[in-house]
């Protein structure tokens, strides 16, 4: 039987919990009738609930991850995860973009573990403008959206980084709006949550760009790949009352 599932690439961390990074990311790809592909960007020493240490993989170790399997699988949309920094962020993206140059980045700008640990100190805007440049979206939640800009609330961080590439902004940390994500594309879309009874996942954020790369993947426009993500992410909230979320068919 001929391969007919489109291709979608991760790279993110590898938690052993399989709650979040690369493995969640997997999962998500699977249900979604997606073939993932899995780069490793670090290895976490971490559970549902409790985050030990990070090692992390150099730019070349991931990108000799990457490269055989561009050569041999048409892969157009990639999801990033966690990276040491900017500076490696910025070399795999160049890279990619060499390899592939038509490929779509999707990028979950984790900057700290839903555990605690945090990832990065904060660089310069200017840093990550010159980055998101490259990038076809990006889905930070409204303390990453302010941290990474350095503006005082999540939609003015938002606006800003919408004249780089597209934003998702997630309304989990939202005061104002809560669960109400917004997508910043040619116009402001609001996403409003269903009605569940959602429980905290570690990983969640993860899934939810997974799931929206999955479905743009299969060719859906942002806006509907960002809805059915979301619907998508609801359902694993929904799943149980741990940490841990399970994964469903749609």
Same mark, same amino acid.
Request: glycine share 8%.
């Given at each position: 039987?001929?391969?007919?599932?489109?291709?979608?690439?991760?790279?993110?961390?590898?938690?052993?919990?399989?709650?979040?990074?690369?493995?969640?990311?997997?999962?998500?790809?699977?249900?979604?009738?997606?073939?993932?592909?899995?780069?490793?960007?670090?290895?976490?020493?971490?559970?549902?609930?409790?985050?030990?240490?990070?090692?992390?993989?150099?730019?070349?170790?991931?990108?000799?991850?990457?490269?055989?399997?561009?050569?041999?699988?048409?892969?157009?949309?990639?999801?990033?995860?966690?990276?040491?920094?900017?500076?490696?962020?910025?070399?795999?993206?160049?890279?990619?973009?060499?390899?592939?140059?038509?490929?779509?980045?999707?990028?979950?700008?984790?900057?700290?573990?839903?555990?605690?640990?945090?990832?990065?100190?904060?660089?310069?805007?200017?840093?990550? =403008?010159? &980055?998101? *440049?490259?990038?076809? $979206?990006? !889905?930070?939640?409204? +303390?990453?959206?302010?941290?990474?800009?350095? #503006?005082?609330?999540?939609?003015?961080?938002?606006?800003?980084?919408?004249?780089?590439?597209?934003?998702?902004?997630?309304?989990?940390?939202?005061?104002?709006?809560?669960?109400?994500?917004?997508?910043?594309?040619?116009?402001?879309?609001?996403?409003?949550?269903?009605?569940?009874?959602?429980?905290?996942?570690?990983?969640?954020?993860?899934?939810?760009?997974?799931?929206?790369? =999955?479905? &743009?993947? *299969?060719?859906?426009? $942002?806006? !509907?790949?960002?809805? +059915?993500?979301?619907?998508?992410?609801?359902? #694993?909230?929904?799943?149980?009352?741990?940490?841990?979320?399970?994964?469903?068919?749609?």
């Amino acid at each position: 039987m001929r391969q007919h599932r489109p291709y979608a690439l991760s790279i993110a961390g590898l938690d052993p919990s399989a709650g979040a990074g690369l493995l969640a990311d997997i999962k998500t790809f699977e249900q979604q009738q997606v073939y993932g592909l899995g780069v490793a960007s670090a290895i976490t020493m971490q559970t549902g609930t409790r985050f030990n240490s990070v090692s992390w993989l150099s730019s070349a170790h991931i990108l000799d991850q990457v490269k055989p399997l561009l050569e041999e699988y048409p892969v157009t949309y990639c999801k990033i995860g966690i990276m040491e920094n900017l500076a490696v962020l910025q070399e795999v993206i160049t890279q990619l973009l060499n390899w592939q140059p038509g490929m779509k980045i999707i990028l979950d700008p984790v900057l700290k573990a839903s555990a605690g640990y945090i990832f990065h100190k904060q660089p310069h805007w200017q840093q990550w =403008a010159n &980055l998101l *440049k490259s990038i076809y $979206l990006v !889905t930070p939640n409204y +303390n990453e959206a302010v941290q990474l800009t350095g #503006l005082p609330d999540g939609h003015s961080a938002a606006l800003q980084i919408s004249q780089c590439c597209h934003v998702l902004l997630k309304g989990g940390h939202n005061p104002a709006n809560p669960g109400v994500d917004k997508l910043y594309a040619d116009t402001v879309t609001d996403i409003r949550p269903g009605n569940i009874n959602a429980f905290p996942k570690h990983g969640s954020g993860c899934v939810l760009s997974a799931a929206i790369t =999955a479905m &743009l993947a *299969k060719g859906e426009p $942002l806006a !509907t790949a960002c809805i +059915n993500g979301k619907a998508y992410t609801e359902k #694993l909230l929904a799943s149980n009352t741990g940490m841990l979320g399970y994964h469903s068919i749609i």
